[in-house]
């Protein structure tokens, strides 16, 4: 329950609306202070929680399956700087952060069933990833920063517009799985 401020300086005769602040959740900020994987699936949250960004620090997971997120903030290595995984299936996501890349210990990067059109070119700083899912969104082509990370194991686009295969996923040497189908690759 967020609480009311009075705005007005006592002279005025009018009814003035008080204006609601945000309310700080101290039983969400318990649960980001006690636990390195939140598993928050299904919880409607529009964007990443404020208690999860000011005291998520030691953060390692995050499972934020099926909530209503469009997009993540930038800097978010400053806030969750021990981030190895992060499940962001079925949101609403439709970009990502430029600076995305400087998320340094990310090894799982799920953003299968979104409404992603690209990835950013800071991408390729994910040196650590090893499994990259972008299945189901809208994407017409894998952005070649994709193939200078060279610790994927696991490349996952099916299901998206993609029509050609760079000769440079060559350079993934320590792949294990590459899924694709149900693209327009000839």
């Given at each position: 329950?967020?609480?009311?401020?009075?705005?007005?300086?006592?002279?005025?005769?009018?009814?003035?609306?008080?204006?609601?602040?945000?309310?700080?959740?101290?039983?969400?900020?318990?649960?980001?202070?006690?636990?390195?994987?939140?598993?928050?699936?299904?919880?409607?949250?529009?964007?990443?929680p404020?208690?999860?960004?000011?005291?998520?620090?030691?953060?390692?997971?995050?499972?934020?399956?099926?909530?209503?997120?469009?997009?993540?903030?930038?800097?978010?290595?400053?806030?969750?700087?021990?981030?190895?995984?992060?499940?962001?299936?079925?949101?609403?996501?439709?970009?990502?952060?430029?600076?995305?890349?400087c998320?340094?210990?990310?090894?799982?990067?799920?953003?299968?069933?979104?409404?992603?059109?690209?990835?950013?070119?800071?991408?390729?700083d994910l040196?650590?990833?090893?499994?990259?899912?972008?299945?189901?969104?809208?994407?017409?082509?894998?952005?070649?920063?994709?193939?200078?990370i060279?610790?994927?194991?696991?490349?996952?686009?099916?299901?998206?517009?993609?029509?050609?295969?760079?000769?440079?996923?060559?350079?993934?040497?320590?792949?294990?799985?590459?899924?694709?189908s149900?693209?327009?690759?000839?």
């Amino acid at each position: 329950e967020g609480f009311l401020v009075d705005m007005t300086d006592g002279d005025s005769d009018e009814d003035t609306p008080c204006t609601p602040l945000p309310c700080v959740d101290q039983e969400l900020i318990r649960e980001v202070e006690c636990r390195h994987i939140h598993h928050w699936n299904y919880r409607s949250f529009t964007a990443l929680p404020t208690e999860l960004l000011e005291h998520g620090g030691h953060v390692e997971e995050l499972y934020l399956k099926e909530n209503l997120l469009e997009e993540l903030p930038s800097q978010l290595h400053k806030s969750l700087p021990l981030l190895t995984n992060m499940y962001l299936q079925k949101n609403n996501m439709v970009r990502l952060p430029e600076d995305l890349g400087c998320l340094q210990n990310l090894t799982v990067l799920d953003l299968s069933k979104n409404h992603l059109r690209e990835v950013p070119e800071s991408i390729r700083d994910l040196k650590v990833l090893k499994t990259l899912d972008l299945s189901h969104n809208q994407l017409t082509k894998l952005d070649l920063n994709i193939f200078r990370i060279s610790s994927i194991e696991y490349l996952v686009a099916v299901g998206n517009r993609i029509n050609i295969l760079p000769e440079s996923v060559r350079n993934l040497t320590n792949l294990f799985g590459l899924y694709l189908s149900k693209n327009q690759i000839i």
